[in-house]
């Protein structure tokens, strides 16, 4: 049999098979037979945001986000609003020589918006679909979704978020053990959640994200020096878990978690 032949034969088979299968929206939905969760309360929620970085002078690292925050459920039904209060941000470098914290002043200082999900049954059990969300840190921007980040504090669109004094807001950086001090920046960051786990007192699945951060203003001019930087390749280490505590949750049960899951974090 030709080539030609036998790509019109497997051609043709496929369309039988497509023809013969009903369309999904014409089957019944699967169902794990549990009762929808009862998600409404207080949960403390810890996030994973790996990049990869050439840095200068230091060449390529990983540095991984580890963000904890305090998230309060409304639940209508299969709907989800969640309302978010940050609590800490834990920075890790795979290189010793770069070192960040954010400190949690500037954290609690970001406001982001609600965000929204949609619970839905699986043969496997209930699952969770989070919507993009979109937070916009630093500065104002009359396109959020589009607009380029400014590159100057002495842009009008950028403010002093964390009431510090200085533009957009300050993460303290040392990098070499030599070179230290404060950049000024604006940051972009987008996040969903798709097809996370669910339960009672537990939700964690795979997180997609993206984060566009300009440093406006340095205390030290070697900081404002661009490096490139991407996500790191590996889709297992994107990711978020969320806890329900046996009462509300705060800020110190939050960081509490945190700690617990920085000892299990075997990759920074």
């Known amino acids: ?22 369309p999904v929206w014409a089957s019944e939905p699967a169902s794990c037979g549990e ?10 929620m810890i996030q994973f945001m790996p990049k990869v970085a050439n840095l200068p002078l230091v060449g390529q690292a990983t540095i991984t986000a580890v963000v904890s925050l305090v998230v309060e459920i409304e639940q209508q039904s299969a709907s989800l609003i969640m309302r978010d209060t940050y ?15 954010v400190p949690d ?14 619970l839905y049954e699986t043969e496997e059990g209930w699952k969770l679909d989070q919507d993009w969300h979109l937070e916009i840190r630093g500065c104002t921007l009359a396109e959020p979704e589009t607009e380029d980040l400014p590159v ?15 533009a957009g807001f300050t993460v303290p950086v040392r990098a070499l053990g030599i070179i230290g001090g404060d950049t000024y920046v604006v940051q972009r960051l ?4 798709v097809g996370a786990d669910v339960s009672v007192d537990r939700i964690e699945g795979p997180l997609d994200w993206s984060s566009e951060q300009i440093v406006v203003d340095a205390s030290d001019a070697f900081l404002k020096t661009g490096f490139e930087e991407w996500n790191d390749p590996d889709p297992d280490v ?14 110190e049960e939050a960081l509490s978690i945190l700690e617990a899951a920085l000892i299990a974090y075997d990759r920074p």
Do not use: I, K
Request: charged share 20%; net charge negative.
């Open 1 to 22: 049999m030709s080539l030609r032949c036998e790509t019109r034969c497997r051609l043709l088979v496929l369309a039988l098979l497509l023809a013969l299968t009903p």
């Open 35 to 44: 009762p929808m969760p009862d998600l409404a309360g207080s949960w403390a």
């Open 87 to 101: 609590c800490h941000t834990e920075v890790l470098s795979s290189n010793w020589v770069l070192s960040s914290q």
């Open 105 to 118: 002043t500037v954290v609690a200082s970001f406001d982001p918006p609600a965000r929204t999900a949609t």
């Open 152 to 166: 100057s504090a002495d842009d009008p669109r950028v403010f002093d978020s964390d009431g510090d004094g200085h």
């Open 190 to 193: 987008r996040y969903r959640t």
């Open 238 to 251: 994107h990711r978020f878990f969320m806890v329900r505590p046996e009462e509300d949750a705060g800020c």
